[in-house]
């Protein structure tokens, strides 16, 4: 038991360095996006009035699909232990199963669709 709990106290840690570096580079990501920085030597020149609130733009649409993709992830998660649980005692609801497990999938893709709308309006 010795060396089961000196594993998991390491994966443990694992866990909390992970999440702490994760938190470090969104912090980074986002004031990256908020700074104006002038791109490609144009100093000071806009193009459009609209570009301070590009970063925005994207860190919604950033936001928009990651949110999307982990609930879907979680969803389906749950969703395939259950469906792999009931084919076990009946086979023969394998479409029901599918049905359920697309419709997770489906988080995903409205993610990416409003995505998508908010770069068409940058």
Known sequence: MDRFD????????????????ALLFVMIGIVT??????????EGVVSRPSAGNAGWA?????LSISVSVLGAG????????????ALAEKPEIMGSAIVFAGLAEGLSI?????????????
């Open 33 to 42: 996006i908020l700074m104006p920085v002038p791109l490609f030597g144009q």
């Open 6 to 21: 000196v594993i998991i106290n390491g994966l443990r840690k694992f866990n909390m360095t992970f999440l702490v570096i």
């Open 58 to 62: 994207f860190l919604a649409a950033s």
């Open 74 to 85: 979680i969803a389906l998660s749950k969703i395939g232990a259950a469906a792999m649980a």
């Open 110 to 122: 409205w993610g990416l669709i409003v995505a998508v709308l908010i770069l068409l309006k940058v």
